[in-house]
Structures are given as C-alpha cells and as structure tokens.
T-cell receptor
Framework: GAGVSQTPSNKVTEKGKYVELRCDPI?????LYWYRQSLGQGPEFLIY????????DSGLPNDRFFAVRPEGSVSTLKIQRTERGDSAVYLC?????????????FGPGTRLTVL | KQEVTQIPAALSVPEGENLVLNCSFT??????LQWFRQDPGKGLTSLLL?????REQTSGRLNASLDKSSGRSTLYIAASQPGDSATYLC??????????FGKGTRLSVIA
C-alpha cells in the first residue's frame, strides 16, 4: 500500500513569510509525528498526534510553529514569520497505535529553504 | 532526558567486508530501538526495530542487537556492498515519547 507522503517536496520562501507543509500518513495509522532535520544532524521531534489531538507538542521551538490534524488523518505543519534558521528538512512519520511500541514509517520530507 | 550517540560518525570500508555500527543511549528504560537508513536527500527507511524484551533482530544481511543494561545497540552488516552506502541512524523511545535520534554514521562501501 501507499506509504507516508509529504507535499511539497521542496519549498523556498522569503524571510517573514508564512508556509504550510502537508503530511498524508499511512491509511489507518492513528499516530502521526513531525520531526525536523538540520544538515548533518539526526531528526529532532517537533509534535506528536494521537488521532486528532496533539499528545505532545513539547518539541515545537516557539509559537511561530503550529500543527493541526483536524480529521485524524492528514496533518499540516504551519510556520509563521519564517526565519532563516527555520531552513531544514521537515519529516513526517506515522505508526499504527501509540508510538512507544510501534514502528514509525517516515515520509520523504519537505526541504524548506528560507532566504 | 534520553540522549543517543552514534560512533563512528563516518566509516569507509572495501566491498565484501563485514562491519559494525554502534549506538549508545543514556536511559536504559527504553521501549524500543529502531535502526534507519537515509540516502542523500531522501527520507528515512526503517531497517529493524527491536522491542525492549528482545535482544536482537535479523533481516537479510543485517543484524541488530540490543543490550539495555549497558545502554548499547549494534547494527551488523555482513558482506557489505556499494549499495549499502548511506547514513545509518538509530533512535530510541522511552516512556510515551517520540523517537530520540543519534546523529548517524555515514557509511561508504568502496567497490
């Protein structure tokens, strides 16, 4: 079946602009995660959804970052007033059930460049 | 707070060699540990997942072990091939937490 998909694959924007990144998880997966990966680093956790609600948003760096998952499937990560330091690859993952015991499957990522 | 470290940061081996990648974690109360492969500019491909009650998992030429008491996991790759060249990441979960990743080991297999 289809894996996790993310759109767009690449996004270039100017400092101060607003961006939205989309994630389509594997069908039926109840848990969805957003991570951010900077060059040469491992992915860092941003936010975790179980169903429609954010179970853990402790990784969001500041209030410019926000994510939603209104119907418990597709999720959108929203970044306001983008800064050059937001440039990174944003990865989405999903798993079948609460994350601690279940394998996470990752999408290809969205490469965000803030000029 | 869980911290994951991977050594070495980079490794270059001739084709056909067996090799071991190392991963250490600070909180031994993990629920599972997952190994991933990442090709340049790509997302993460899950290779193996070891539950806390398991000691190892095998898939083809790959074998991953887990020693919770020492806070270590290893990924063994047998008979390496140029197509194995990639960055290998390990990640652990403890409690109801998402994955905590190491920085990865960049592997180059030379033909």
């Amino acid at each position: 079946g289809a894996g996790v998909s993310q759109t767009p694959s690449n996004k270039v924007t100017e400092k101060g602009k607003y961006v939205e990144l989309r994630c389509d998880p594997i069908s039926g997966h109840t848990a969805l995660y957003w991570y951010r990966q900077s060059l040469g680093q491992g992915p860092e956790f941003l936010i975790y959804f179980q169903g429609t609600g954010a179970a853990d948003d402790s990784g969001l760096p500041n209030d410019r970052f926000f994510a939603v998952r209104p119907e418990g499937s597709v999720s959108t990560l929203k970044i306001q007033r983008t800064e050059r330091g937001d440039s990174a690859v944003y990865l989405c993952a999903s798993s079948d059930g609460p994350g601690s015991y279940n394998e996470q499957f990752f999408g290809p990522g969205t490469r965000l460049t803030v000029l | 707070k869980q911290e994951v470290t991977q050594i070495p940061a980079a490794l270059s081996v001739p084709e056909g060699e067996n090799l071991v990648l190392n991963c250490s974690f600070t909180d031994s109360a993990i629920y599972n540990l997952q190994w991933f492969r990442q090709d340049p500019g790509k997302g993460l491909t899950s290779l193996l997942l070891i539950q806390s009650s398991q000691r190892e998992q095998t898939s083809g030429r790959l074998n991953a072990s887990l020693d919770k008491s020492s806070g270590r996991s290893t990924l063994y790759i047998a008979a390496s091939q140029p197509g194995d060249s990639a960055t290998y990441l390990c990640a652990a979960t403890s409690g109801n937490t998402p994955l905590v990743f190491g920085k990865g080991t960049r592997l180059s297999v030379i033909a």
